[in-house]
């Protein structure tokens, strides 16, 4: 095990119903950085996030945080923990405004002071939720939407964000928008593990990468080591990575 493992997920298999998805996956998170998973639709990438929030327990392997073992752990106390998932489906209340969806984001503290107190903090890292707080989320563009669920996601002050496949179904201006924001966490010494289809901009903000493939890890490397691997490009995304498309 690599020095300053934050988080580590060790022969896990798991999976719905009868099926398994993940078929002995062992991945590690240093404290700090920003790990990125790619592989083909399908390879256990976002359930390996569902397994680490808590959302799906493995029928077999083990997870640890700190070095604790959490397997047993409910999804709250992953989170209150400092375990803070940010899922695929934009989870923004369109009707609340920026600034009511940042303190939502602390409604586990049951502190509504200290919860406004960390909005504000990580407004700091997002001037736009600063620009924006008195709108309408639902007014914002897809990559704005998302740059304020990250920007909430601080406000637990969490030790690994998980973040799946956040530029999903944005254009490339707001995709732009969603990696500037992930550059901007590790900026700051956050510790992502990162789920994303775009293999080139999710390694290009990666310090290291795993690729997956029907449930089990195939390669893994540094990011720009993985970017530059021609066995990547052909077996696993086609042209996608030569082209970034």
Known sequence: MMDGVLLSVEGVVAGYGAGDILRGV???VAQGETVCLIGPN?????TVLKVVSGLLRPKAGVIRFHGTVITHLSVRQRLLAGIVHVPQDRGLFPAMTVWENMIMGGYVLGDDREARR???????????????RNELAG???GGEQRQVEIARSLVLDPKVILLDEPSIGLDPKSRRIVFDSIERL????RTVLLVEQNA????AVADRGYVLESGQVRLTGTGQHLLSDPE???LY???SLATGS
């Open 139 to 141: 007014s914002l563009s």
């Open 237 to 239: 995304l086609g042209a």
């Open 26 to 28: 062992s991945i590690e």
């Open 42 to 46: 399908g390879a256990g990438k976002s």
């Open 118 to 132: 960390r909005a504000e903090r990580a407004a700091e890292l997002f001037p736009l939720v600063t620009e924006r």
């Open 200 to 203: 080139r901009s999710g390694l």
């Open 186 to 189: 590790r900026d700051d010494g």
């Open 232 to 234: 990547v490009g052909r």
